[in-house]
């Protein structure tokens, strides 16, 4: 962990504050599993979430108290959280939610859902636990987060008001319709991090950006393979497993019309992979290197990058939903870490459009 992130991790409240803080999602997963199994949902891997929920809750309980210590306690709590995430989001994707009507309200909230969120908060508590990070550490890293996923979804703001301001302009469909969106990108995500740059008071020297040498070279060919290995790995497990995910939009407008990737290839490359990298790796990114470790920022802001794009899958189901933004979190930490070991925003960018650009050609061979 770096310097900087540890910094007000001194000034603790008390070494039981994290734990017990943990105990909170933990408790909330281990219910929200506990009742669809109580309720007759008998499938054996709802079941083990359920188990392996009581044990997260256990572990932060033995934290809390002592009984374990920190490194031991917070790796069995985070291990076992890990488990309910996966095991829901197993479930969810097979189609079982969990599902439980809310009194007064119109509708059914999905627990098993609910169970898969507070894991996954119980995860990131964990890991403060085990790096030993303070109350205050551990607060001013929540805000670090808000104020960053903030910033993420302001960017889809922006790219939807774009485009609704050009679209008299452009329209929706076609050719037209992929100018708008590849405008609304640039637009949109470049307005956002300008703001957000210029609001933190950082000047043209935040960004990132060397002149192309041999190591870009390197990196950016070695990231490729990076990237479509992590993809082939991920894609064999989720098939192995039986766990179905969704179509990106961009991807069925090419199968519908391949005549379009004549504007959506140069429009990954030049415009998709560069400005999404500039606002989720050198601004989103570089920024939790302030009050995270760098590797804790690349997972976090992974965190955010799937997050945003859920609307890419809108018409799919909640589970298929759920897998694509799992492919894209690995994805995400691929380039992540590209970005942490160059510390150049071109190497990224290049690896990002050029993927995008693949994949589509791949399309219509």
């Known amino acids: 962990m770096t310097e900087t992130a540890r910094a007000g991790d001194e000034d603790a409240t008390g070494e039981s504050f994290v734990p017990s803080l943990g105990v909170v999602p933990a408790v909330v997963a281990m219910a929200a599993v506990l009742v669809p199994v109580r309720g007759g949902v008998e499938d054996p891997f709802v079941q083990l979430a359920g188990a392996l929920a009581v044990v997260s809750v256990v572990a932060f309980l033995t934290r809390r108290h002592g009984v374990l210590a920190p490194a031991s306690g917070a790796v069995l709590a985070a291990g076992s959280s890990l488990g309910v995430v996966l095991l829901t989001g197993y479930a969810l994707n097979q189609g079982i939610t969990g599902s439980t009507a809310v009194p ?3 509708g059914t ?7 898969f969120a507070a894991a996954g908060g119980s995860i990131g508590v964990a890991a403060a636990d085990y790096g030993g990070v303070s109350a205050r550490g551990l607060i ?3 805000l670090r987060f808000s104020t960053m996923a903030g910033v993420g ?3 889809l703001i922006a790219m939807a008001i774009v485009s609704i301001v050009l679209a008299p302009l452009l329209g929706f469909d076609g050719v037209q319709g992929q100018l708008l969106q ?3 990108t640039a637009l949109g995500l470049g307005a956002v991090a300008a703001i957000t740059m210029a609001f933190r008071g950082y000047d043209l020297s935040f960004l990132d950006l060397e002149v192309p040498s041999l190591r870009t070279v390197g990196w950016t ?4 393979v990076l990237l479509f290995g992590a993809l082939i790995v991920i894609s064999i497990a989720m098939t192995a497993v ?3 995910t969704a179509d990106h939009g961009t991807t069925q407008q090419v199968e519908q019309n391949p005549e379009l990737l004549v504007v959506i290839v140069p429009g990954m490359l030049l415009v998709v992979g560069p400005f999404e990298e500039l606002l989720y790796r050198n601004v989103i990114q570089k920024s939790l290197y302030e009050t995270f470790s760098r590797y804790g920022a690349v997972v976090v802001t992974s965190v955010i990058f799937a997050g945003v794009h859920v609307s890419a899958y809108a018409t799919a189901g909640p589970g298929q939903i759920l897998a694509s933004l799992a ?3 690995g994805l995400s930490l691929v380039l992540g870490f590209i970005y942490e070991r160059t510390e150049n925003l071109v190497v990224p960018a290049l690896v990002h459009g050029a993927y995008n650009a693949i994949q589509m050609l791949l399309l219509v061979v």
């Not at 909230?109 to 169970?115: E, G, K």
């Not at 060919?221 to 490729?224: E, I, N, R």
């Open 327 to 329: 492919v894209l979190f």
């Open 140 to 142: 001013e890293r929540t």
């Open 104 to 106: 007064g309200l119109d």
């Open 221 to 224: 060919v070695g990231g490729l």
């Open 242 to 244: 039986g766990v179905d």
């Open 109 to 115: 909230v999905s627990l098993l859902f609910l169970a």
């Open 153 to 155: 979804f302001a960017g």
């Open 182 to 184: 590849y405008l609304s």
